[in-house]
């Protein structure tokens, strides 16, 4: 153990805890992850009476003493950064021999959540490249493919620029369902050799809430059972506004 670890006071350790696990659930981490994390970072301190209780919204350390500490913190918007959360994840591991103070362990912390992201350009270049992809894979031409990048760049682009109204995620993906749909059925209008199936398919896979859904079976198995079914519920419902988006276009323009 080192001396800077050691001269961190209790609550200095339970604040660099609850940052990291807060860095750690906004970026798309399992519960049981961030409930390790914090445990083992407080541990290192000698401090084996914590105990935590995390949902994919908040996070709560206490103990079980009568006049014993409680801190909370809420999470209200959740992302997937696996570079974050391997980064947390190994100075967790490696604190007992962290060489940095608190001040500048809570820098550490600050500076990797500002760490730029891409912007919405790049981002929606990859969902259309990753659309297209997906249109070949299923059996999809070079129209198709050509389509698909459209409807992932055009809804990705379209989401991301709402996301400055802070509209909730559900309305977003009903958006992102009807771009997907409404350039679909364009494109196959204005070219025979497009697969309508094929180009929605192929579009709608950037959106595919996979990765929640996979932390939820995660959490699920791992005895989270608050956690688990609400990851599971977002991701079906996540998957059912992009539906209801594709649907509603789709009945307009057949009707």
Known sequence: MTEKV??????EVLNIALT??????????????????????????????????VTPTAIIIGDEKAHGFTCMTRVTARTTNLSLISAVSEMSYSFGKWSLGYKETKLFLEELRKLPVPSKYVTSFASG???????VMLGGNF??????FLTGFAAMLAVKQLAVLR???FWE?????????????????????????????GGIMPFLP???FTNGLRDFMAGDLLSGNS?????????????VGIAVVLRIWLA
């Open 6 to 11: 050691m001269a961190m006071s209790q609550e």
């Open 231 to 243: 990851r599971i519920a977002e991701a079906f419902l996540f998957a059912a506004s992009l539906a």
């Open 210 to 212: 996979g990765v929640s």
């Open 167 to 169: 509209i909730t995620s």
């Open 20 to 53: 990291a696990g807060k860095i750690l659930l906004t970026s798309g981490a399992e519960t049981y992850r961030v409930e390790d994390t914090i445990i083992r970072l407080c541990a290192w301190r000698k401090m084996d009476y914590v105990k935590v209780f």
């Open 129 to 135: 490249i990753a659309a297209a992809c997906f249109a």
């Open 173 to 201: 993906n009903a958006l992102a369902g009807m771009i997907i749909a409404f350039v679909a059925l364009t494109c196959c209008q204005l070219n025979s050799d497009c697969t309508q199936e094929k180009i929605i398919v």
């Open 143 to 148: 129209a198709d493919f050509g389509a698909a």
